[in-house]
């Protein structure tokens, strides 16, 4: 992948992570229960990988 592909996903997964802990904050609830919530409701996810204790696990 080129550099400047790279820095542009990682910007978009930034951004994610950011938006989601604004929708979890606005709702009272943890950023992982977004994430979960998000992973029920997508057709596309066979199982979800329970068990990431940092942003690095997860990006």
Not at 5 to 13: G, H, K, P, Q, V
Not at 29 to 35: D, E, F, P, T, Y
């Amino acid at each position: 992948m080129s550099s400047s592909f790279c820095i542009y996903i990682e910007t978009a997964r930034r951004l994610i992570v950011r938006r989601v802990a604004e929708v979890a904050e606005s709702l009272g609830v943890k950023r992982s229960q977004i994430a979960l919530a998000w992973l029920l409701q997508n057709e596309q996810v066979v199982a979800p990988i329970i068990g990431a204790t940092k942003e690095s696990h997860y990006l």
